[in-house]
């Protein structure tokens, strides 16, 4: 079995409060400064949250990209066993995950279905993992048991923003491209600069950032928070995340 760890940011796990649970991806830990920032956001948000910093890097730093990939079924595993384990409510559960994490995600929200009948509230996927699980030359397409798909939770949301190393088709009810028929994403410069940007913009989001569209879509003429925890806004929309 993979090893996880649980890390409580707010001290002992409280049932009667929400819970947020934040996943690293490949090459990646909880130590990261990204998941310690969005701590912070959580917890200004809702003191009393449980915010759960998920850590399986003694699976997912290696150089063997397909370990990595393998552990993920496990390490989701895991993490509904730990809700279930804690008496976490699911409604007022959101799990986040970024890159491999969004994958671990929605196989966590998966089992906690499969063995309580009941849904996780949220899942938001930053920049799902693409190679090994939308298909391609060299692997199949991983089935929806093994990867984020919009059944995993009552509501699924997918930052998309990088078309090199993220998921390029839909996976959630709903799939926000950002900025996709840019080469780089703001202030990035290389393909993993792009994959880094969906946590990047996810934490503005959650400090209150707006973006101002140049055209209406669906998200009317900003878009912000609001956009993905209300399930006003599904399908496939494309925003635009550079100064207007």
Request: aromatic share 10%; proline share 2%; hydrophobic share 40%.
């Amino acid at each position: 079995m993979v090893r996880v760890s649980f890390n409580n940011l707010n001290g002992t796990f409280n049932a009667s409060q929400s819970t947020y649970v934040i996943t690293h991806g490949y090459n990646s830990s909880s130590q990261n400064s990204w998941i310690s920032e969005m701590a912070n956001s959580l917890r200004l948000q809702n003191p009393n949250a449980n915010i759960i910093a998920v850590d399986w890097a003694a699976a997912a730093n290696t150089i063997f990209y397909s370990n990595a990939v393998n552990a993920t079924v496990s390490v989701g595993n895991q993490i509904a066993d730990y809700l279930i384990g804690v008496g976490a409510n699911p409604n007022t559960t959101q799990l986040i995950g970024h890159s491999l994490g969004a994958h671990v995600s929605g196989i966590a929200g998966d089992r906690y279905d499969a063995l309580t009948g009941v849904a996780i509230d949220t899942i938001v996927g930053l920049d799902p993992a693409g190679p090994s699980f939308e298909g391609g030359w060299f692997s199949r397409a991983k089935p929806e048991s093994q990867r984020l798909d919009a059944t995993d939770a009552t509501r699924v949301v997918a930052l998309h923003t990088s078309e090199t190393l993220g998921y390029d088709g839909r996976l959630a009810d709903l799939d926000l491209y950002v900025n996709w028929d840019d080469a780089f994403q703001p202030g990035q410069w290389n393909f993993g600069g792009n994959h880094s940007y969906a946590h990047q913009l996810y934490n503005k989001l959650l400090s209150g950032a707006s973006f101002i569209q140049d055209t209406i879509n669906k998200t009317g003429t900003h878009f912000d928070l609001f956009d993905i925890n209300n399930d006003y806004l599904i399908g496939s929309v494309d925003v635009n995340t550079y100064a207007i």
